[in-house]
């Protein structure tokens, strides 16, 4: 089983920066990829950023050049580097991850929309203008 705890969310003016962590625990095979989500009230789930062990990633459009994902293999940790954040940017970001056995197998990288297994609780993010 893999658990996944979500931190450093919190209240920032736009323009600001926030970086959420994700402490992953269990088979290390299980978060083979990682991704944030982002979910705002009224609105569907977005992937944000994915990321795999070998640290190829991939963004949503919306977040491009703003946000950086980064993995930490030796902390099993993964982090949400997001800078020039945007009032559009407040929501509940959820941390995702999952062996991909697919992605292992074809060689390509995990896209922002991968459809994961295991999930964190989540953390707020709210960027005020």
């Known amino acids: 089983q893999v658990q996944l705890v979500e931190s450093g969310g919190g209240s920032v003016q736009a323009g600001g920066s926030l970086r959420l962590s994700c402490q992953a625990s269990?088979?290390?095979?299980?978060?083979?990829?990682m991704g944030w989500f982002r979910q705002a009230p009224g609105k569907e789930r977005e992937g944000v950023a994915a990321?795999?062990?070998?640290?190829?990633?991939s963004y949503a459009d919306s977040v491009k050049g703003r946000f950086t994902i980064s993995k930490d293999n030796a902390k099993n940790t993964l982090y949400l580097q997001m800078n020039s954040l945007k009032p559009e940017d407040t929501a509940m970001y959820y941390c995702?991850?999952?062996?991909?056995?697919?992605?292992?197998?074809?060689?390509?990288?995990?896209?922002?929309?991968?459809?994961?297994?295991?999930w964190g609780q989540g953390t707020q993010v709210t960027v005020s203008s």
């Open positions: 995702a991850a999952d062996s991909c056995p697919e992605i292992r197998l074809t060689g390509r990288v995990p896209t922002p929309q991968y459809e994961y297994s295991y």
């Open positions: 269990g088979n290390t095979d299980s978060y083979y990829c």
């Open positions: 990321i795999d062990s070998d640290g190829r990633t």
